[in-house]
């Protein structure tokens, strides 16, 4: 599967294109027709969700609520203005601590946690978005396949059924393989030819998307140089990030020419940055080694009272088992900083860890009451809820959240969880029906209806509900896997 993933991912990332053009909306390329002949907006969605899937399976997303929200933040800000509607963002965080960010077909952007940890500042955390947003608005790896096309039609056409299969059965069998080790060499083929004209394009409308969305267009450069002094003209051992979007003098000249031309902005950084940079820092530390050692050399510095520190300090606490310690680090602050939503959250959770209910219930119904249906809190207070026993109540809040924010596929499998303690079975299995489409495996998600079908007891509405979502499954999946289920044991019939 991880060959298969590997193989995948090489052929999404070699990504030629055409010439480049100049700034402003209304003089770039039109791509919209001859990409869609190929490809369309549903296929790529498909491809893209199946590499998400691979990377989920594989325990490789950071599924943390604050951090998920953080970036969904920061990237639907610069979507929401990058783009005619027609592309559904999706933005997750790797536990990987190498320096690097892509984008796939569908509009998911994938960022490591090492890149993250490497920007100095928000915007230049943003310009990277911004970039891998402008390859997905831009088609770039559309666009790359009919430059691929041009040389050899019916090995493209190969590719993409292959490529397509393996995404709709998740087989990884043999015929996906073929098709993307084919597509593969054609990539690389055409690469070296390409990548830099595709590069400067997604510079060039990037740097528009960062300062429309209110960040500071510098963050572009700024972090080209961070990425330049860290390859220090050095040809091997260089971030995975450089491999992939290489980075000249001449192109930080010519970032820097196009924000010449932008007015000028001073930004500061939200509080959620520096929140989530500690959080990511700490939650991605490698087993065995303690982040504790960072914030004790840091407790050395004249900047030993930034609140950004004290706050990873304070996780870092709770992630070595000393959530006792952590609580007064993160009451000091939540008293200090009573708009700041984190602070709750964390100092709810040290509570929980240390054993204190009454303060836990105490701080998470304060913050629900200051943040209502905030994310991160109301899932912070439903696991609470879920310790203490009261799985009914944390169900229901959490359905009143979800009825009203869309969710992410963990936190709905999270609902399932809080479902199954709730002892409502049936709808436990809905609800990771519910994820298992959200992730892209209709099989599974139709099994999990089959499993709902069968609870004894069910209400009239229930047994409607799940009855109507499983036909909408059968009717979306391909023949064959629909036959499959149809003839199963637990058929809902």
Same mark, same amino acid.
């Given at each position: ?332 602050? #939540? /008293?200090? =900083? ?7 959250? *964390?100092?709810? $959770?040290? !509570? @929980? &860890? ?78 990771? #029906? /519910?994820? =298992? ?7 599974? *998600?139709?099994? $999990?209806? !089959? @499993? &709902? ?41």
């Amino acid at each position: 599967m991880k060959t298969l993933l590997a193989s995948l991912l090489s052929v999404l990332l070699c990504v030629p294109t055409l010439p480049a053009y100049a700034i402003g909306t209304d003089d770039l390329p039109d791509i919209g027709s001859p990409a869609e002949a190929t490809i369309s907006l549903d296929d790529e969605y498909r491809i893209g969700l199946s590499v998400l899937r691979e990377y989920r399976n594989a325990d490789q997303i950071l599924e943390d609520p604050e951090i998920t929200q953080y970036i969904d933040t920061v990237g639907h800000r610069l979507s929401s203005d990058a783009q005619d509607g027609k592309h559904r963002f999706h933005f997750v965080v790797v536990k990987e601590p190498i320096i690097n960010a892509f984008a796939v077909p569908g509009g998911f952007v994938f960022v490591n946690s090492g890149l993250v940890l490497a920007t100095r500042n928000e915007s230049e955390l943003a310009g990277v978005l911004a970039h891998e947003i402008s390859h997905v608005t831009q088609r770039h790896i559309i666009r790359s396949l009919l430059e691929q096309r041009k040389s050899s039609l019916a090995a493209t056409a190969a590719m993409l059924a292959a490529i397509l299969l393996g995404a709709a059965s998740h087989s990884g069998g043999d015929a996906a393989m073929a098709g993307i080790a084919g597509a593969q060499t054609m990539a690389l083929a055409q690469q070296m030819s390409f990548s830099r004209d595709m590069e400067s394009e997604a510079d060039r409308v990037g740097v528009g998307v960062l300062s429309r969305a209110g960040f500071d267009p510098n963050g572009m450069p700024n972090f080209f140089e961070v990425l330049a002094s860290i390859s220090g003209g050095r040809e091997t051992n260089l971030p995975a990030i450089v491999l992939s979007h290489p980075v000249t003098s001449d192109r930080i000249a010519e970032a820097r020419s196009r924000v010449a031309e932008l007015p000028a902005r001073s930004v500061s950084d939200s509080v959620s940055y520096s929140i989530a940079r500690e959080r990511i820092r700490v939650l991605t530390t490698p087993p065995g080694d303690s982040s504790l050692t960072y914030y004790t050399a840091r407790d050395k510095l004249p900047d030993e009272t930034k609140t950004a520190d004290q706050y990873g300090k304070a996780i870092a606490l709770m992630n070595s088992g000393e959530p006792a310690r952590a609580v007064p680090i993160l009451r000091t602050l #939540s /008293e200090k =900083h009573e708009s700041i939503v984190q602070y709750y959250d *964390a100092l709810g $959770q040290a !509570q @929980l &860890a240390a054993g204190d209910r009454s303060g836990t219930i105490a701080t998470f119904e304060r913050a629900m009451k200051l943040f209502p249906r905030d994310v991160p809190t109301t899932i912070r207070y439903a696991e609470a809820l879920t310790r203490f026993g009261q799985a009914k109540q944390a169900h229901d809040i959490l359905l009143d959240l979800f009825n009203n924010v869309e969710p992410t596929p963990a936190q709905v499998r999270q609902l399932a969880i809080t479902a199954n303690a709730a002892e409502d079975v049936g709808d436990a299995y809905f609800y990771m #029906s /519910e994820y =298992h489409i959200m992730s892209g495996d209709l099989a599974l *998600a139709a099994n $999990q209806l !089959q @499993l &709902a079908l069968s609870v004894p007891k069910l209400s009239n509405v229930q047994r409607a509900r799940f009855r109507a979502r499983l036909d909408e499954l059968r009717a979306a999946m391909p023949k064959r896997m629909n036959r499959q289920q149809q003839n199963g044991p637990n058929s809902g019939r």
